[in-house]
């Protein structure tokens, strides 16, 4: 973004127009206060006139009345002089307000612009601007209270004892060049490889934490796998109360995933229906199926969904295959017998006594009928009860943010570089450029090592009037 549109003075509406009782148009920028004199009459007073955290009665010829709240730099959101015009939720009403606004000086805001402008004026860093749409985005309390604590500040601050650590000892590996000749060492090795130890484990408890933070976030991804056939779509539908996913006889139906989510006991579960695993010609089938082999090895939980009226041999065939897509180490595999109502109530089906059997006790067998719903509720709990660690302590940090992993991931192994080189005994040039990458990386989090397109692509996911 050109800098010197940040000379510009801004608005956009802060809710949605149209809906609700009230709508806010805010406004921010170096004339606000005369830009807003222009567009508004008040009672008494003026805009120009008015003090910080304050409030004034006005009216909009021809279009309303309007309680107008002001903040003054640098004590505002966006640290510049700020007005939010409360109005009346009328969509027309709000354009009208924005169009006389825009002719008495002001453009519309860009997305994500006020907190840009908060960013850029030192009101909070990166990792707490990105926690702004976290919390306008949470879907529950964990959610909130994880983006909470990162707009708090509780994630940033660990950063930054972090960085300023390694800074710390970087900058006497540095110095140490300077005296290269007459072989002087600054920084004790013994205590920059404490320093490293200490620093990975640091590292490496954030970035473990992704899993949990991307759960609560996003949703527990749970992938619903099997054959052409066997009623994956129909339990997608089923569980969501929802014709979310197409439902037909004919094999081959689903050819891209189908996701959608829903929270089970407090937790948000994110569905992924999969194209059915078989052999075809048809080449866009073969590109459904290798995403639905994909989303298995991504899921935290695999619903293997299994016809009963099936032959035992397709069924094993089929587990078996999907069995060699995951890792139970940390994947969990509940085993779904679906179509149990075209059996009636006495089953006794022999099923999966090879693989099953040789799986880890843990896998969970249920009978179910996704079309009538028997069982759903059984497997309702099942899902919760694999998540009971998806909970979290008092103001722990979780990362949650895949930006944040990856630079966390990159920073683990600039630091694990420094170890090798401290093995073999390398010197203070190499030590310090790897140390410099793990604070770079750190840096990225927080914004103090950024640029325009990364900042770009960051608030342009916002939405407007933030």
Known sequence: MDISRFEDTIVAPATVPGTGAIT???????????????????????????????IRFGTI???????????RAPHSYTGEDMAEISCHAS????????????????????????????????KMDLAQAEAVADVISSTGSESLRVALNQLRGGFSSELAELRGQLIE????????????????EFASRGKVSELVDRSLVHIRKLTDSFRLGNAIRNGVPVAIAGAANSGKSTLLNSLLGDDRAIVSDIAGTTRDTVEDTMMIDGILFRFIDTAGLRATSDEIEKIGISRSYRKISEASVLLCLLDVT???DENEASISDIVSKLDLSRQELIVLLNKADLIGPNI???????????????????????KNGDGLDDLKKVLVKTQKDLSLESDQTVVTNIRHYNALKEAGKALLAVKENLSSGAGSELLSEDLRMAISQLGNITGEITTDEILGNIFSSFCIGK
């Open 24 to 54: 806010l148009i805010r406004v921010s920028g170096p004339d606000t206060m005369p830009l807003v004199d222009r567009v508004v009459d008040f009672v008494s007073g003026s805009a120009s006139q008015a003090k910080g955290y304050s």
């Open 61 to 71: 010829e021809g279009t309303d009345e309007v309680l107008v709240s002001f903040f």
């Open 91 to 122: 969509s027309y009403v709000a354009s009208e307000i924005m169009r006389k606004l825009c002719d008495a000086g002001a453009r519309p805001a860009d997305a994500g612009e006020f907190t840009r402008r908060a960013f850029v004026n030192g």
């Open 169 to 184: 000892i970087a900058s006497l590996l540095e110095l140490e060049l300077d005296f290269a000749e007459e072989d002087v």
């Open 310 to 312: 099936a032959s035992d």
């Open 348 to 370: 006794n089906v022999k099923i999966l006594n090879n693989t099953v059997s040789s799986l880890d006790e843990k896998v969970v067998k249920l009978y179910i009928s996704a």
